[in-house]
Nanobody
Framework: QVQLVESGGGLVQPGGSLRLSCVAS????????MGWYRQAPGKQRDMVAT???????NYADSVKGRFTISRDNAKNTMYLQMNSLKPEDTAVYYC?????????????WGQGTQVTVSS
């Protein structure tokens, strides 16, 4: 079993910053990828950023240059530094872990943390 706990969400004004954290515990394996996804009301859940076990990052076009994903493998923790926030960034942000090795492979989700960008 894998547990993912997100934190760091909240209310911020446009142009502000937030840092999200996701702590993983349980049977996460030794090789795993992680990512942040978000879902706004009435919309589908979309990828925000992903990071491989070797720290290779990928970003959605809408957040490139503003968001930075990182991970601390020693702490089983992933971060999302969000700068220059816009109202359209408002959503519930979810942490995802993709366990790769050792098997079995599997995808796991956190419970989500609300980010609201508003003046």
């Amino acid at each position: 079993q894998v547990q993912l706990v997100e934190s760091g969400g909240g209310l911020v004004q446009p142009g502000g910053s937030l840092r999200l954290s996701c702590v993983a515990s349980g049977s996460i394996g030794s090789i795993y990828a992680m990512g942040w996804y978000r879902q706004a009301p009435g919309k589908q859940r979309d990828m925000v950023a992903t990071i491989t076990s070797s720290a290779s990052a990928n970003y959605a076009d809408s957040v490139k240059g503003r968001f930075t994903i990182s991970r601390d493998n020693a702490k089983n923790t992933m971060y999302l530094q969000m700068n220059s926030l816009k109202p359209e960034d408002t959503a519930v942000y979810y942490c995802k872990l993709n366990r790769l090795l050792p098997g079995p492979r599997g995808d796991y989700w956190g419970q989500g943390t609300q980010v609201t960008v508003s003046s």
